[in-house]
Nanobody, 124 residues
Framework: QVQLVESGGGLVQAGGSLRLSCKAS????????VGWFRQAPGKEREFVSA????????DYAGSVKGRFTISRDNAKNTVYLLMNSLKPEDTAVYYC?????????????????WGQGTQVTVSS
């Protein structure tokens, strides 16, 4: 199994930037896909972005495409989500998730392992 810990959340003004990190531990020698999801109060948990083991394959939700960038450093067992041009509607708890596999997934139910989440608040 894989254990995940998110960090980097906080309070930022609209138009600002923030970089989230997802540190993995456990059985990290096998290839795994990592996805980022977010959940705002009263809303369903929604897909944000995902990345393959090699980093060659990435996927983004339409609402964040062009503003967010996902990357990973396997030597550090860490996946990053760089968020630029943040908007108040980006406010949510952000979670990273993982599954063993070769390609990205966009559904919450496709992921087996989850972090505890990190709060991102964007003020206007």
């Amino acid at each position: 199994q894989v254990q995940l810990v998110e960090s980097g959340g906080g309070l930022v003004q609209a138009g600002g930037s923030l970089r989230l990190s997802c540190k993995a531990s456990g059985r990290t020698s096998s290839g795994y896909v990592v996805g980022w999801f977010r959940q705002a109060p009263g809303k369903e948990r929604e897909f944000v972005s995902a990345i393959t083991w090699t980093g060659a394959g990435t996927d983004y939700a339409g609402s964040v495409k062009g503003r967010f960038t996902i990357s990973r450093d396997n030597a550090k067992n860490t996946v990053y989500l760089l968020m630029n041009s943040l908007k108040p509607e980006d406010t949510a708890v952000y979670y990273c998730a993982a599954r063993y596999g070769s390609w990205t997934r966009t559904n919450v139910y496709d992921y087996d392992y989850w972090g505890q989440g990190t709060q991102v608040t964007v003020s206007s």
